[in-house]
């Protein structure tokens, strides 16, 4: 009974390793039609000290998206959403910037103090949804629009320069100290940009919090049926508080990346639409926005994807404005071939089919 | 009804203008926004009634039905976009409700929908940025080599990207020398530009000069340019538009070679026209605001002189 | 097709990942009979009525219907409702946010002209409908807010209410007590009256005996064999069920027997005035240590919520709670399974199973929350202990990492009972746990609740199956509308005693 | 007493948020009429205006409610009424089409791609927000391949008449500072939402399809246990919702007579967050129509609120208006919060 038992689990586990088959294999379709329409698109080259090419801007413009997705994962996992990441994510930055202050030669506050209390914003805007949703039962997208909306506003309101005398918000503010650029660049004498380590770190963080705590677990559980989860003794609330806590951290992170890309603040455009893509790229990574199970390292790749998309249509020479047509193409053809329904048709065309009639599932 | 009169009645004196303005999308907005609030106060016996449209047109339009339930004695609108104007403008004019726009044009089927336009000559822009251009050159003894040249156009369909476009374009095909490689819009962003100026800078290795419809997507051009360990100002001359306060660094810092000036500073000039029409005097539909070009040799006695 | 028979299946194959659920089945139903569908959980019943009203698609076999020439097959239960066959699938299926009356006629509302619904009408036409099955509540709340008895027997009136020449019963007693039975067998008989054929599947043999002509019997998906009523002796039945003989009354009672003892003197909770308006009145109750006490009522007599007040899944409006004598401020439920509660909730759909979780994660969820979120169960011991319920519960699945949505109704209760059992839990609180479990099964259960209680397990015991209660538990505590209103040691009382005992308290009620 | 008892029917069950979103409304325009009398909040002509502005709005919600209540999503109506305004403008503008025809072909539009959008949703079983994201993108797209300029419709007759002409009501007249006597007035667009409006709330309240809507969106399983062709009925709604969602487009282009890249982008989320504010729950199964046009009427309210005020900065502004509807929001679910617990 036991090893034959055991045949079975691991048979059902390769299984599930099976889920991410599919979102890789989209990747390498993306990435290889490049190499067709653009030869150079592998090539990586070392340019004054650092390494250079496409597959390096892949990665290292997907930073910030990859952050984003690990916290939407969880939030989505708990059958929620957050359209705000974005507008935290600003509100981070903004924070960050003007706390750093604007000279050339010394930072108003030190720069780990004034990161810390960036994060620290975004933490509150992740509570301020979380209370939200979890407490008031307010449905996550529209308690997520307040701070879509606002949290813009906030940021504007931060990001004041003294003009004429008096404080004038809604300015870009810039930072002059070239040690802030190495968040959004490249530390000294390191040829991988440092926003690709930041996100690998925020990964294997979250990565390992899954998998070693039972915080995954729990929250498959309230994403799938919160009543039954707190019938067994799952703080369903305390749960869905902390995914929302998280996310805005992990918004809050990438704004200060983005922020250190441009070393500016500017409320306006940082993180603008990221919410959009951050949900993409959880759903390409095989994910149902309807909660319950969820794969990070699928929304991961999903991540990744969608930069190497834009990046590899902005080199075949696609203007930005219609770069969204093909965009959609590409994320419908993917995410059907995903598909369960597509999955039991190719099963019919070859056999009689074997699962349940998909109706059901 | 009566409470209206009323209201009138207790602030006769004042002119109550209403401005519908885009948003606060760039610094060039904000002090925009600022020189408006800053002209149309009471002491100069006005009041203002702000409205800020998020960028969004509709917004606009939903503003402008709202300035006249609120009647006010004149509506400035600095218009998201030039279209769509129609509907709106007919009931202002019914209202008996003079309209000046200020910054962008509308494009009406009659165009005595509006009273005056106030704003900046984009395509003279366009034409003074690539006149610096051939005059650099000139003085540089460049004028026999080819130039490479770069545009990062902005929000495509935006007025001053259309006019920018248009006068960089005219000027670049006016001088055989020039040679536009390519040209995509970086959306007025700094992120935007750099993205855009990276792709450039792989596709095309030799790139002389970049235009940058706006001073954000210059800078984002820089660091894109200092990525591949090139120097802006020096190995690629670096235009762009609009000249505010950080433009100013970047050229006494020499990254940026040249900025043309986009003034702002429009609220005095409708306070002008309005005092005009109060006087029942006829004024001019177009009114272009000054600007001049600037660049590194200029830069720094200017800047303390700058309001934004 | 032979003379009077309304639909006949032949040799239906069906395979789901992991199991065949269903070898070679033949199935024949004549008009104006009732034929009974039995098996153990997971022998393949619902699985033949899916394939049989084309929720799943057959893999081999074919379907003939009356007054079809040339086998049919149904793509949907829509087709199949189209074909005169009208079904009542196991678990309620109707929709909790829209009102009875909409869910009895959903689809087929009654139009106007414009094609138009015409609503007075149709809650009229459903108001009379559900008279026929002896209910009557206001037809234009949402179904949610009523209790799961009363939803189950909406679903029975709808089905009904397509007239059709074939009906299909799939466990439609499990959630009902004596008087709904007896009103649905009415029912039953008068539609055979009117030449309708009736699949009834269901868990209780009485009720088999009572009202059946004739018996399928399937075991591991495979058919047993088909006989009339009058045939098959109840012993033969469950031998054949089971593959093995068996005579489950004998038995329990012996076990029964010497139960008794497993009670002590030390008192393990003990309730004061706890009420939750609207749900039950306030009630005193003492569970002594050991014990095993069953709660007996009709239904929405408050049983279920009695319970899930001492489990603090709803928070009680006033009175108090103490268990083990300490005054207890429990606020959710991981406070009450700290104090070594357990409760397996009524609703098994709604409240218990994890759908997308496999029967594993299923079986140790409860023991994981309770050992807290920092420390996870470190893999082997996970495996070990699924396995090991897997197989004290008897669990037909393929692995214990299939999804616990795949496996059948009654395997599914099983988990959940397994998934408090690992917690070894001190108080044992169990609403309806052999809703829907074979009789194999059902007297194995009522033997482990004895066993616990011997281990000292205190154990309160809900069921609409009086019967059942009689045979395991010490003492029973009788409710009606909301209210406590007696007990009773159960020291060889009958049914019969209960029975009065309830509607004494009804009385005593009235006035 | 009759009252107390249809009051007493309307509380229960889902009729619940709808009565409190319509007695929510009456007191903030009752408010606004108040403290905003000076800025002419209580001219018949400011109501009007809120009618006049939300057209496109109130259509779109309303195939929003539809769309949302089967427990699905449209986020594309952004996107697609930014689309048909290009169209309509390219078509009449650039290639001088007759008015009417172009109209009839946007509309065409709409129906084909809901349709699709509806075959990848309810056949595909892909999930509605990624599906309809693409259709945000596609839309955007396709609207820049269409034209980047800004194009103006400055030369259709019939359209510009369409637009302009004031359908006037005979009381309630102003007469301003000028001494001009106006009398309120809509446009035609106004007509064509309300019979939107009406038509919608018929097939949601009183069809097969539109109760099919609710079942679904309550359990799809059982809806389909219990016959509804769950597919066919999913289809349907995007179909329905997309032929809306053009048809805002061709009111939204009324009052904005032009097309450009940028058009009603981010609408979407004004469709979702008045249909939501209008007791519509995103999980599906709840919802009305009426509701989801009291919620575009709420959020006009909130609006025109900071536009009386006439002193907010951007970000104030952004600030304001979010605060507001965040404390609409929170009282709402304070309300479902009560009346759970009365119910039980
Ligand atoms: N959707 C499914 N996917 C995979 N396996 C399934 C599915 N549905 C049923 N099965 C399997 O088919 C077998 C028969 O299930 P079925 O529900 O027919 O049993 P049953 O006779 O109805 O039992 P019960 O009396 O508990 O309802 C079981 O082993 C079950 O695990
Ligand atoms: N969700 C609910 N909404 C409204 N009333 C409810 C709800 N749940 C239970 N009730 C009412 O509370 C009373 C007690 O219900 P309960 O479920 O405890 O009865 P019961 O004895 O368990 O009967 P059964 O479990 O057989 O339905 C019933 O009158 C029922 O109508
Ligand atoms: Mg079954
Ligand atoms: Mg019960």
Known sequence: MNPELRKLKNAALALSKKQLFLPIFALCLVLIINIIETPTFFNISIQNGVLYGYIIDIINRASELIILAVGMTLVIATGGIDISVGAVGAVAAAVCVRLLGASYDAYATPMFLSIGLALLAGMACGAFNGFLVSRLKIQAMVATLILFTAGRGIAQLISARE??????????????????????????????????????????????????????????????????????????????????????????????????????????????????????????????????????????????????????????????????????????????????????????????????????? | GGQDEAAAGAEDDLIVVGYAQVGAESDWRTANTESFKSTFVEENGYRLIFDDAQQKQQNQIKAIRNFIQQDVDYIVVAPVV??????????????????????????????????????????????????????????????????????????????????????????????????????????????????????????????????????????????????????????????????VHEAFNRMIAGEINCSVECNPLHGPRVAEIIQKLERGEKVDKIQYVVEEVFDTSNAKEILPTRMY | ?????????????????????????????????????????????????????????????????????????????????????????????????????????????????????????????????????????????PLGEYSVAIQQMVAIARAIDINCRALILDEPTSSLDESEVKTLFEVMRNLKKQGVGIIFVTHFLEQVYEICDSITVLRNGALVGTYRVAELPKVQLVARMLGREFDDLAEIKSVKADSDSGSTESIMVRARDLTRAGMIDPFNLIIKKGEVIGLAGLLGSGRSELARLLYCAEKPDRGELLVRETPVRTRAPIDSMKLGMAFLPEDRKEEGILEDLSVRENLLIALQAKTGILKLLPEAKQNELAEKYIELLQIKTPSPETLVKQLSGGNQQKVILGRWLITNPEFLILDEPTRGIDVGTKTEIQKLIIDLAKQGVTVLFISSEIEEMLRTVNRLCILCDRQKVGELNNDDITQHDVMTAIAGGAQTHES | MKIGNYIKEKMAGTGFLLFITIIMFLIMYAGGVMVYSA???????????????????????????????????????????????????????????????????????????????????????????????????????????????????????????????????????????????????????????????????????????????????????????????????????YILNGFLASLAGFVFCLNTTSGFVEQARGFEIEVIASTVIGGTLLSGGVGTVIGSFFGVLIKAVIETYIRCNGTLSSWWNKIVLSALLCFFIVLQSVFAAIRRKRSI
């Open chain 1, 163 to 361: 003009i004429g005398g008096k404080m004038v918000p809604g300015q870009i503010l810039y930072v002059r100290m070239e040690s802030f650029k190495a968040i959004g660049g490249f530390l000294p004498g390191v040829v991988v940009p440092t926003p690709v380590f930041i996100a690998l770190g925020v990964v294997i963080i979250a990565y390992f919090i899954l998998t070693r705590t039972a915080l995954g677990l729990y929250v498959k559980t309230v994403g799938i049926n919160s009543r039954a989860g707190r019938l067994v003794g799952i703080n369903s609330q305390m749960i869905i508080f902390m995914c929302y806590l998280i996310c805005g951290f992990t918004a809050a992170i990438s704004g200060v990346v983005t922020s250190s890309r441009i070393y500016s603040s500017d409320a306006n455009n940082i993180g603008l639409y990221m919410e959009l893509d951050a949900i993409l790229a959880v759903a390409l990574g095989g994910n149902s926005l309807s909660g319950g199970k969820f794969s990070l390292l699928g929304a991961v790749i999903g991540a990744v994807t969608i930069q190497a998309l834009t990046t590899s249509l902005y080199a075949m020479g696609i203007t930005a404005d219609q770069l969204p047509v093909y965009k959609a193409i590409v994320v419908v053809l993917i995410v059907s071939m995903q598909s369960e329904e597509l999955k039991r048709w190719i099963r019919n065309f070859r056999q009689k089919s074997e699962a349940p009639k998909a109706v059901l599932q």
């Open chain 2, 82 to 243: 030039e279209t769509g104007w129609e509907t709106v403008l007919s009931e202002a004019k019914a209202a008996g409700i003079p309209v000046i726009l200020s910054d962008r044009m509308m494009d009406v089927s009659d165009d005595s929908l509006y009273t005056a336009w106030v704003g900046g000559n984009f395509l003279k822009e366009g034409q003074d940025g690539v006149k610096w251009l051939n005059d650099y050159v000139k003085k540089n003894g460049l004028a026999s080599q080819e130039l490479n040249i770069v545009l990062l156009q902005g929000t495509i369909g935006s007025s001053a990207q259309v006019g920018r476009t248009q006068g960089i374009l005219a000027g670049i095909d006016a001088n055989p020398k020039f040679k536009l490689l390519a040209k995509q819009t970086g959306e007025f962003t700094q992120a935007k530009g750099q993205e855009v100026m990276e792709s450039f800078l792989k596709a095309y290795p030799d790139i002389d000069v970049v235009f940058a419809e706006n001073d954000n997507m210059a800078f984002g051009a820089i660091d894109a340019i200092k990525a591949v360990g090139k120097q802006p100002g020096k190995d690629i001359i670096i235009i762009s538009f609009d000249a």
């Open chain 3, 1 to 141: 097709m032979e003379d009077n028979s309304i639909l006949t299946m032949r040799h239906i194959d069906k395979t789901f990942p992991g199991v065949q659920a269903l070898k070679n089945v033949d199935f024949s139903l004549k008009s104006g009979e009732i034929h009974a569908l039995m098996g153990e959980n997971g022998a393949g019943k619902s699985t033949l009525i899916k394939v049989l009203t084309g929720v799943y698609e057959m893999d081999a076999g074919e379907i003939r219907v009356q007054g079809q020439d040339g086998p049919v097959v149904n793509h949907s239960p829509e087709e199949a409702q189209r074909n005169g066959i009208s079904t009542v699938y196991q678990e309620v299926n109707l929709c909790p946010n829209i009102s009875v009356a909409e869910n009895m006629f959903l689809e087929r509302q009654p139009l106007n002209l414009f094609g138009g619904i015409k609503w007075k009408t149709m809650e009229a036409m459903a108001r009379q409908a559900l008279k026929e099955v002896g209910l009557n509540i206001d037809v234009s709340k």
């Open chain 4, 39 to 237: 800025q002419g909040f209580g001219n018949m002509q400011t109501f009007m205006n809120m009618l006049i502005d939300n057209a496109g709005l109130i259509i779109a919600a309303a195939g929003m409610t539809a769309v949302v209540i089967t427990g699905g999503i449209d986020i594309s109506v952004g996107s697609v009424i930014g689309l048909v305004c290009m169209m309509l403008a390219y078509m009449m503008q650039v290639m001088g089409m007759n008015a009417y025809a172009s109209i009839a072909v946007v509309l065409l539009f709409g129906l084909v791609f809901g349709t699709v959008q509806g075959w990848l949703i309810a056949y595909m079983r892909l999930q509605p927000f990624i599906v309809t994201l693409a259709g945000l993108f596609f839309c955007r797209g396709l609207t820049a391949v269409i034209s980047v300029d800004q194009i103006a419709i400055t030369d259709n007759e019939t359209f510009l008449n369409m637009a302009t002409r004031n359908i006037y009501l005979f009381f309630g007249a102003t007469v301003n500072k000028r001494g001009i006597k106006l009398f309120p007035f809509v446009h035609p667009s106004v007509i064509i939402a309300l019979c939107a409006l009406v038509v919608v709330w018929y097939i949601v309240k009183y069809t097969k399809f539109g109760r099919s809507l609710f079942a679904i969106g309550g359990n799809e399983r059982s809806a389909l246990l219990m016959g509804v062709n769950v597919r066919r009925t999913k289809m349907l709604a």
